[in-house]
């Protein structure tokens, strides 16, 4: 992984907030040279001020005249307009041009940035951990090699999945973009409902996250189905059944849960609309 990370080249981050500064971290510890990281950002938070103090990063150069290998667009949907305009002279004839902003499609970066080479992508803050999920779609002028480098960097921070449709990334920006947010709120309502058992707050909430946690890491360990890993749990007439029989009349969790994806797909199909 070293190795293939060092050949990428000079990568420009622009936006170095929560989703920027997980793919940033997650590529260090892939092996990003440092001297080959650049961020941009006009507010930088502490944990981007540490991280670059940390890894000798340059920060906030002056950014027109540099011809990146690969530009990152991590700025917030509303802003990628102006940011795009401001980058046009950035771009170089090698620039690939990543975005991870929800919603905004390959068309609208390419005439914004005045390039075709764009992948537009959608990964989640797992990527911090090198267990991301990234969906990818590449615009008409990226060529294979240029769709390798893109796929070496998304899979440094996890799995990537590549699609032909962007209407499939706004699915799966409902899904695994922002997914994450889903697991954390089922920790709170959990720690929530212990917590209505009598449980102190800091034990209820141990017991919930160490729960996701220790799940999770069994899923990844046994690559048996989540219905098999359920019904592993689920003793007859035990506990664990009579919990799923709440959890699963309808309308349940999945009910529920299409709700939720819907408006997520919903809101990434308008953020592209302005
Ligand atoms: N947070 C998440 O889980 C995910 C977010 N995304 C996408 O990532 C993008 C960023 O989202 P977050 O990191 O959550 O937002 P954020 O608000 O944490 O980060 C955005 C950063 O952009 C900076 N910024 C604003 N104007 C700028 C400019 N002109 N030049 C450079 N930087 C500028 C801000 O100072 C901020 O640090 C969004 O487009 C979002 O759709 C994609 C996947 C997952
Ligand atoms: O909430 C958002 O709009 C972004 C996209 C996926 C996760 N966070």
């Known amino acids: 992984m070293t190795q293939s990370m060092t050949a990428i080249g000079p990568v420009m981050l622009i936006g170095a907030g929560k989703m920027g500064m997980a793919l940033a971290q997650g590529w260090l510890k892939a092996g990003l040279a440092p ?19 940390d890894y000798g990063l340059t920060l906030n150069a002056e950014a027109v005249g540099m011809h990146p290998n690969v530009l990152v667009i991590a700025v917030k ?20 041009v990543l975005s991870i902003a929800a919603g905004i499609g390959i068309a609208q970066l390419a005439q914004g940035l005045g390039t075709d080479r764009i992948v ?23 060529d294979d090699a240029n769709r390798r480098t893109a796929d070496q960097l998304l899979t440094a921070v996890g799995k990537v999945a590549w699609f032909e449709s962007e209407g499939d990334l706004d699915a799966l920006t409902a899904v695994s973009g922002s997914g994450p947010a889903y697991v954390f709120h089922f920790v709170e309502a959990l720690a929530e409902a212990g917590r209505r058992q009598g449980l102190t707050d800091a034990i209820a909430m141990e017991l919930a996250r160490q729960t996701v946690v220790g799940a999770a890491a069994l899923m990844e360990a046994d690559r048996a189905s989540a219905r098999t890993l359920r019904e592993n749990v689920t003793s007859p007439n035990g506990t664990t059944a009579a919990a799923l029989a709440v959890l699963m009349a309808e309308p349940g969790l999945t009910d529920l849960l299409e709700r939720a994806v819907a408006a997520a797909r919903q809101r990434s199909e308008e953020l592209g609309r302005g």
């Open 120 to 142: 537009r992508t959608m990964p989640n803050t797992p990527a911090q951990v090198g267990k991301g999920m990234t969906g990818a779609v590449a615009g008409p002028g990226v």
């Open 77 to 96: 949907p509303q802003v990628v307009d102006p940011v795009l305009e401001a980058l046009r002279p950035v771009v170089g004839p090698q620039t690939i």
């Open 35 to 53: 001297s080959n990281l650049v961020l941009v950002d006009p507010k930088p938070s502490e944990a981007t001020l540490a991280l670059a103090e």
